[in-house]
């Protein structure tokens, strides 16, 4: 009896710290995702659709770069520190991150000096000679913000998420300042998109300089990276092929889609103008649920690893089930927002009525787009990186199809089309997948409940706010609209057995005064 009580008691302090580690994540990771979303706010209004066009293609390249040079490592690194901790080798934790950092310097610090050396046929890629500039600024940092994910990536694997969230923000914040510093006050010749460009390479040298000092003063070790070079390539590369594909569709995407554009007959101009809208305006909104879902993955990834490694089908089996229903709430709570109210948030927050029509029309993209986004980290935690290596793919070839065909008949919508049809399919691929290697997912039943809610909240909060529209200003007609909404959530997740808002609200009224 009394080992019973023992590991009940154990369990439920577990499940405490989990969810403690993943609130102090969340918060830091709203308050960088936050900070970045008013930065491409001011960016908008500052550089323009065509000027965030331009920045956005710089972006999208250089992402193809030091996603081949490091992307796979940081997960490889946290689950290789999470085994050697499970079989107390401290050795084995400096060996994996020497080898780490060895493999990433060496391939960034090559690709940079190539792509110095042969600048000039390089330039040719971008369609604008501006994206062109603007890439060769970020690309000195490569090497710096590479050899960073690898540090970062040791955090993770030791769980040390306060020092990972923090750096992460300070980044953030050191952008943030250095372009609105250098937007606002310095008035020389060099353009705005430039000054954009120069703030993001001061933040990757601020973020390498933290994490290093960071990571020797609290005693991390770097050892002979012998016997971790290969082990660490061979379940680094599924990861790094599935991110460089990825990045590589996202660059062929901002090529080819404004020359699909063009095609169609709209002009250079308007078509970097409407990638621009899609890229720089209605992404961000549709991306704010992966602060949230991006600190359940970084808090989960390593226990579920050690769970993996440990044999523990039971809480492996758990943690999978609240990770995918906490990430279907989270996108729930936004999609009905996002359809009664899009047209007024795009106009809002950019002054840009086509940017608040597209947010409406693709809000529902947001539920596959959150599974796609979890399950992939979890897939991945449990040795799967091939398997959503070729998920992916197909979800790349329904992408790519779409941008192709459509944008004749959907304009920019093209794009949006296809992310749609791309993250459908690979969330269901994802789901099938967990199913085999997990059992039987229970999360299913709580989807349909869910998409049950959310269409109806949708529908609801549309007409509210058609009619508030008829006799009040656009903003009170806004606002109301989403403080009906929100409270029509609140009802309906209770009504519907998803979630009951004042659980957790009692629970903590009662620890404060039991304190």
Request: hydrophobic residues 55%.
């Amino acid at each position: 009896m009394r080992r019973l009580i023992k590991r009940c008691a154990g369990r439920i302090e577990y499940t405490m710290d989990l969810y403690r580690t993943a609130a102090i994540v969340t918060v830091f990771s709203a308050l960088e995702h936050g900070l970045g979303f008013l930065y491409r706010i001011i960016l908008s209004r500052t550089l323009g659709p065509e000027g965030l066009g331009i920045y956005q293609v710089a972006l999208t390249v250089f992402a193809v770069f030091l996603t081949v040079a490091s992307s796979g490592l940081p997960i490889t690194l946290s689950r290789a520190i999470s085994k050697h901790r499970a079989r107390g080798n401290p050795k084995g934790e400096a060996a994996a991150t020497s080898a780490a950092v060895l493999i990433t310097f060496s391939v960034s610090a090559t690709m940079t000096a190539l792509l110095f050396l042969f600048r000039t046929p390089f330039s040719r890629i971008f369609s604008d000679p501006r994206s062109a500039d603007l890439f060769f600024i970020l690309i000195p940092g490569l090497s710096f913000t590479c050899v960073y994910a690898i540090v970062r990536g040791s955090f993770w694997g030791n769980k040390r998420f306060f020092a990972y969230s923090l750096i992460e923000l300070i980044e953030e914040i050191v952008m943030i300042a250095s372009g609105v510093y250098m937007l606002v006050f310095v008035h020389t010749g060099v353009p705005d998109v430039n000054k954009a460009a120069i703030a993001v390479l001061v933040s990757y040298l601020s973020s390498f300089a933290l994490a290093t000092v960071y990571f020797f003063a609290k005693g991390g070790k770097l050892g002979s990276p012998r016997g971790e070079l290969l082990p660490l390539l061979r379940s680094s590369v599924p990861v790094t092929a599935m991110r460089t594909s990825s990045s590589l569709v996202n660059s062929l995407i901002s090529v080819l889609f404004p020359m699909r554009l063009m095609a169609a007959g709209f002009s250079s101009a308007r078509a970097m103008s409407e990638y621009g809208i899609v890229g720089g305006m209605v992404m961000p909104v549709l991306m704010i649920p992966s602060s949230l879902i991006g600190s359940i993955a970084l808090v989960l990834v390593p226990e579920l690893s050690e769970c993996h490694y440990r044999g523990e089908k039971e809480k492996l089996s758990a943690l999978v089930k609240k990770a995918l229903e906490t990430t279907l709430l989270i996108a729930g709570c936004l999609v009905p927002l996002f359809i009664s109210c899009g047209e007024g948030i795009g106009v809002f927050l950019y002054s840009n009525a086509e940017s608040g029509k597209l947010i409406a029309a693709s809000a529902l993209i947001l539920v596959p787009m959150s599974v796609t986004m979890i399950s992939t980290s979890i897939l991945n935690s449990l040795n799967c990186e091939r398997h959503t290596l070729l998920i992916f793919l197909v979800g790349a070839a329904c992408m790519l199809a779409a941008v192709w065909f459509l944008p004749a008949r959907l304009g920019s919508g093209a794009l949006l089309a296809g992310m749609a049809c791309d993250h459908c399919a690979t969330a269901l691929l994802s789901l099938l997948l967990l199913a085999k290697k997990t059992g039987k997912l229970h999360s299913v039943s709580y989807f349909f409940r869910l998409l049950a809610a959310i269409l109806l909240l949708s529908g609801l909060g549309t007409l509210l706010r058609s009619g508030l529209m008829l006799v009040l200003g656009y903003l009170p007609a806004l606002a109301l609209t989403m403080l009906a909404v929100l409270g029509g959530e609140a009802a309906l997740l209770r009504l519907f057995g998803l979630f009951d808002v004042a659980v957790p609200l009692r629970k903590f009224f009662r620890r404060k005064i039991a304190a």
